[in-house]
């Protein structure tokens, strides 16, 4: 009998796992996609899509929030009205004088490729349009430089700091605000430690006035992200929830059926098997939640991300690797930081303590606030994270950290900062 019992678990177990997988890959958007073939092949079974409802507690907080709510308001009328894709709007724009060659035209439609739904330049395309073009990464972004004088402003550049001064080049301000609020942009994620300056309000109302995402405009027409997860910021404690708004609902109607039938019970089987499998993909992300918020608990509070292995997560969930791996793919969460890809906190380790998220993040503050009279070289770089960090590396890999990032080198970086001194 516990033999009978025993295996009888197993296959309900197995039934739901079948189920389970292609449920837990999907991304919360296309579930109802996935759920219709069950459906389909069971008459008891009714798929109710999940309603859109914005709850408070969720809603997007501090100045990224304003931003996109002011951005939103701002173009609905734009929205009403026929309007071309973005990346029509784009091609139509390369053209003389900005692009007055040939060359520079097949750069410029070479970078519209590589910009993505918001707007954004995706920088991995570099290499490949150098490679393309035999033209080397330089000149490619002297002319993604141009796209600042672009329709929407905004477009082309690398991340919303970027977008926030090409917008800001375009407006009329008063010199020494100008320099307030570039000061802002590049220091973001402290903007509220500025809150004392008396330019800070004159600053903040300008700010919110760029849009964010560039191509916000268009975004009515493109695929929408749509976060699993929620982590907010409950009276001082870290709190984690779904998006249970978005989950499509199965019902399973069973009025009036003899359910001693085969076919019947069967049916029903394979419809009980359905709910759990949805309830397990619920639990999963869930867990998963909790423990990013445990593992990058200071990440939400301002921090770089952490090491974290898919291994880790899953010996804490007891499942395989190659679950957790699943579960996270295409898979995001919502804090006050913005929307994250949750495969975006598995970061590489250098060492066991240290990720090379926050090896950079330190790179990117040593040269912004490097001498401009003597920039630091790779090689003292290299020298400040070792002591800072205690690890071993070498100079090709900051060299490549500072490319991903388009900083310059050394003497390059003295160049640009004689000329930007020189043109006050």
């Not at 008459?43 to 996109?68: C, H, M, T, W, Y």
Request: glycine fraction near 4%; include cysteine.
């Amino acid at each position: 009998m516990r033999l009978r019992a025993s295996q009888n678990q197993k296959q309900k177990l197995s039934s739901t796992l079948r189920s389970w997988l292609p449920i837990l890959q999907s991304d919360l958007d296309s579930l109802p996609e996935v759920l219709g073939p069950f459906a389909e092949a069971n008459p008891f079974i009714q798929i109710r899509a999940g309603n859109e409802k914005v709850d408070k507690k969720f809603a997007k907080q501090g100045f990224f929030g304003e931003l996109s709510k002011n951005s939103v308001s701002s173009t609905i009328e734009a929205l009403t009205v026929d309007k071309k894709s973005l990346f029509q709007a784009l091609y139509e724009q390369i053209a003389p004088p900005l692009f007055p060659t040939k060359k520079s035209q097949d750069v410029a439609f070479e970078i519209i490729e590589n910009i993505n739904h918001e707007g954004y330049f995706e920088e991995e395309g570099l290499d490949e349009i150098s490679k393309k073009l035999s033209l080397d990464v330089e000149s490619i972004e002297k002319i993604r430089a141009r796209f600042a004088y672009l329709d929407p402003c905004g477009i082309g550049a690398k991340d919303f700091k970027e977008a926030f001064l090409f917008q800001l080049e375009e407006m009329d301000v008063a010199p020494h605000l100008y320099d307030f609020i570039q000061k802002l942009v590049v220091d973001f994620e402290n903007i509220e430690n500025y809150s004392s300056h008396v330019d800070f309000q004159s600053a903040l109302k300008i700010i919110k006035k760029f849009k964010n995402p560039p191509a916000i405009d268009y975004l009515e027409d493109e695929v929408q992200i749509i976060p699993d997860i929620f982590v907010y910021d409950a009276k001082g404690s870290i709190e984690v929830a779904l998006n249970d708004a978005y989950y499509p609902e199965i019902i399973i109607e069973t009025d009036g059926l003899d359910e001693k039938l085969e076919f019947v019970s069967q049916k029903i089987k394979d419809a009980k098997d359905l709910v759990d499998a949805l309830e397990m993909r619920k639990a999963t992300l869930y867990k998963i939640g909790l423990m990013i918020v445990e593992y990058q608990y200071d990440f939400f509070f301002g921090r770089a991300i952490k090491p974290m292995k898919l291994k880790d997560l899953a010996d804490d969930l007891q499942r395989n690797p190659s679950t957790i791996s699943r579960a996270i793919a295409g898979k995001y969460l919502s804090c006050s930081r913005g929307i994250i890809p949750l495969k975006q906190f598995f970061a590489t380790a250098v060492d066991e303590d240290i990720s090379n998220s926050a090896i950079k993040d330190y790179m990117i503050e040593l040269v912004k606030f490097e001498d401009h009279k003597k920039p630091l070289s790779d090689i003292k770089i290299l020298e400040a994270i070792e002591s800072k960090f205690g690890v071993k590396m070498v100079r090709r890999t900051i060299t490549k950290y500072r490319k991903q990032f388009n900083i310059a080198g050394s003497s390059e970086r003295k160049k640009l900062y004689s000329l930007k001194y020189s043109s006050y």
